[in-house]
């Protein structure tokens, strides 16, 4: 006769069953007890799923069920899922089932993406301040707006800010800062290391009253004393430097540029080509 926790775990598997889609069937034994970075599986038929998705894992007729977060994308036609680390305490048997929660679903059915583009060039300046874009001339990219200071979060700025220095002013589309990519180059030599800085900055509409600035992202380039060398970096939303990154609308996002080595030569020549993707919900 059957125990009562084998009936409560056939139960569990209808529960979970019921609410989720299977995705996948494990091929190999993942020990209890052992650190899982990668699910060998049969071969995935289904859409993208996304870095960040999260999955179950449940053996049958138990109430055992392993929760993994992808720490990379799922594509169709992979074997394996490249998760973050985790230790179970109970053995996942071969062929088990792999299950995504339709409920997860409900909130990717409207979401949208939109990326907007950064182009930065700065030289001519010997000073540790952070600069802004040159308003008078937004579309060359050209930041040499000295801020008067190097920009701390929580620091209060003009309302004008948010048209001035402003690259983007958030829509009320419930928005995310979900990645920042970074292409960078220099003519400087070593030492002339320099840092980019995303902050973001509430307008107040139809006012004169000045708001506090905060840091998103901020990335340190090292100078390699290579005209030829691109730095390439990309932050996804939980490497960023502050913890939550929705925006309320009516936000100004701000870029700033600053001389950041000891050594700061008025005739270098720095660049940037910077990418901001955000998402966004639109029913």
Partial sequence: MKGPNVYQGMLSDIYIERLSEIVAETT?????????????INAYD??????????????????????YTLSDDLDTGDTSISVESKTNTFDIPAKTSIFYN?????????????????????????????????????GGGKYNHNAGAALTSGSSYSNNWGSK?????????????????????????TNEDWTISLWKKPINPNSSSASNITLLNAEEIICQN??????YIERFS??????????????????????????????????ADITLIFSYYDA
């Fill in 28 to 40: 190999t034994l993942i020990s209890s007890g052992s650190a899982s970075i990668r699910i060998l």
């Fill in 46 to 67: 289904g859409p993208l799923m996304p870095k960040g998705s999260t999955i179950q894992v449940k053996p049958r007729y138990s109430h055992n069920v392993a929760i």
């Fill in 238 to 271: 939980d490497e960023m430097d502050i913890a939550d990154t929705n925006i309320d609308a009516g936000t100004a996002i701000i870029p700033t540029f600053k001389k950041s080595g000891s050594k700061q030569t008025s005739s270098t020549k720095h660049f």
């Fill in 165 to 189: 220095f402003s690259v983007l002013n958030i829509p009320s589309f419930k928005c995310k800062l979900e990645r920042v990519i970074y292409s960078c180059s220099s003519d400087g030599t």
């Fill in 226 to 231: 290579n005209a030829s060398y691109v730095h």
């Fill in 102 to 138: 339709k409920q997860n679903a409900i909130q990717f059915q409207n979401k949208r993406f939109f990326v907007e583009h950064i182009h930065m060039f700065e030289t001519g300046q010997t000073h540790g301040n952070d600069q802004l874009i040159n308003s008078q001339e937004p």
